[in-house]
């Protein structure tokens, strides 16, 4: 597995959106503030993409997405631990994040599962608790120690 560093992605751009829709990840929001998204490559290729939203130390990991020919080479796995580091050099404590079906991989990763009532109010005023996914959505939370 050949892949760089994250790196910023425009919200506009066009292979970023379409890849999220391809998978029927929500787009809606992409363009409201505090939204950061990344792309994780190399010189020639974009694996996948993952996204954070939020600032303090709850935050929302969001918009994790492999690339079709990618899937199963254990990029989802690193762009969720590159988000993480970058994460615990900041202010973030806690991640969380809503999914459909993806549970058992993030619980592979860490994050366990959350009463949606116990997000914290960052967390739960955001679009994707609000509306953007639907309550059948899983909610779960890893904390980030060193």
């Known amino acids: 597995m050949t892949a760089s560093i994250l790196r910023d992605v425009s919200p506009l751009s066009d292979a970023f959106r379409h890849t999220l829709e391809w998978e029927r990840l929500p787009t809606d929001d992409l363009e409201e503030p505090g939204h950061l998204f990344f792309s994780l490559g190399d010189d020639e290729r974009v694996f996948g993409y993952v996204g954070l939203e ?24 690193l762009l969720v631990e590159r988000l993480e580091e970058l994460c615990r050099l900041g202010t ?21 599962d959350a009463d949606r009532t116990s997000a914290p109010p960052a967390i ?11 309550a059948s959505a899983s909610y779960m939370v890893k904390a980030l120690t060193v």
Do not use: I, M, W
């Open 54 to 77: 939020g600032t303090g130390p709850d935050a929302l990991l969001r918009s994790l997405v492999v690339k079709r020919p990618y899937v199963g080479q254990g990029y989802g796995r």
């Open 92 to 112: 973030v404590e806690r991640l969380h994040l809503l999914t459909n079906g993806t549970a058992p991989f993030f619980r592979r990763l860490g994050y366990v």
């Open 124 to 134: 739960a005023g955001s679009a994707q608790f609000r509306s953007l996914c639907p």
